[in-house]
């Protein structure tokens, strides 16, 4: 069995993830644990699955780091542990955006948005295993991902499709490259949501709602025409662990 941790900010990042799982690995054979860092101790998150079943092929640890700034730093303290526990590799998935980058610009930038990556693996190249530890940046945040996956709103409510949301807020979801287009992309959503009368805060059911429908094909618009090539390199690598 393939045993694969991922390490990510928050509430709404852990969520995504048991979704897109889903869509990548066969349910019956696929197995989570979802925990949450809390002084520095991993405590249980909703919600596990299949944990301990014979059959399964690829089990994850789903780590909740609860901060953008702590995703890397808990991986650095936990790699040899975990590979000394047989974990195969390990993920790292954090947003872009926050508030050491708005210090360093306050619009999206290529070389502030390259100084953060080049960061990240450079910490990595110095950690035990740096082969087996993946490090990926949401740009500029999860939510940029959710606007690439416009069919996804449309089966929240049946009046947002494209068409509708250009009409409130001027822009074709199937045309731009959400995370080179907006700098605080939950803003834009929670823009879009509002048209039906709907929110988004971050709040776990409002993330629920989102992807609770999310399939392949949703995960397919977001990288169509080029888009959303961050979400593309973290979903191929993802899908690497099942070949």
Known sequence: MKKIAIFVEGQAEQIFIRYLLVTIFDWSRLSFTCVKLYANQMQDAPYNHNVGQSHVEVHFLIVDAANDRKVLS???????????????EVFGLRDM????YCRHSNR???????????????????????????????????????????????????TLDTRYIQEGV????????????????????????????????????????????????????????????????????LQSVSE
Not at 74 to 88: P, S, T
Not at 193 to 219: F, P, Q, W
Request: with cysteine; hydrophobic share 35%; charged share 30%.
């Open 108 to 158: 999206i930038q290529d070389d502030v948005t390259n100084k953060f990556i080049s960061g990240a693996t450079h910490s990595i190249s110095l950690m035990s295993c740096p082969e087996k530890i993946h490090f990926h940046y949401a740009i500029m945040e999860l939510e940029a991902w959710f606007l690439g996956m416009y069919t996804l709103f449309q089966k929240m409510k049946s």
């Open 170 to 237: 001027g822009y074709d979801l199937s045309e731009i490259d959400p995370q080179t287009q907006f700098f605080k992309p939950a803003d834009e959503l929670d823009r879009i949501l509002r048209l039906a009368g709907l929110r988004y805060r971050k709040h776990s059911h409002e993330v629920n709602s989102i992807l609770s429908g999310m399939d392949r094909t949703d995960c397919e618009a977001a990288v169509e025409n080029g888009r959303c090539q961050s979400f593309d390199c973290f979903y191929s690598k």
């Open 74 to 88: 808990a991986i650095k303290e936990r790699e040899q542990h975990l590979f000394a526990k047989g974990y195969d």
């Open 97 to 100: 955006y926050s508030d050491e």
